[in-house]
């Protein structure tokens, strides 16, 4: 288990039959969505809703008060999940991803497990 200053090293998942969601544990009762994947066939079907709240029912009784999810700014289908599920913008990180040497922002998305911040 992380400490107040560290990442959890550990690789954790909530995988279902037609996706699956990788997250960590960060510092200062914080979590981040490493990456999320639904199955082409499943999307806009609740499969995603459904992963993100497992992992916010696994998220409180750690006292995780904020979980963040970072997206590429031209992946607009992430951004539309995230703001469908009640995440916030919260900043964006510039030229974060660095594809073939072009850089591309990020775009920072967070939330409670109760809810938006």
Not at 1 to 26: C, K, P
Not at 61 to 70: M, T
Not at 106 to 111: G, H, N, Q, S, T
């Amino acid at each position: 288990m992380a400490t107040d200053l560290e990442w959890d090293r550990t690789g954790r998942s909530i995988v279902n039959d037609h996706g699956q969601l990788e997250y960590r544990f960060g510092p200062g009762a914080t979590c981040e969505i490493v990456n999320i994947e639904v199955n082409e066939d499943h999307r806009q079907q609740g499969t995603g809703r459904s992963m993100l709240e497992a992992l916010f029912g696994e998220c409180k009784p750690r006292g995780i008060g904020s979980v963040y999810a970072i997206s590429r700014a031209d992946n607009m289908p992430a951004q539309e999940f995230y703001e469908k599920t009640l995440f916030r913008y919260s900043g964006v990180l510039r030229r974060f991803y660095n594809p073939k040497g072009k850089g591309v922002d990020a775009v920072i998305y967070a939330r409670s497990p109760e809810g938006p911040v």
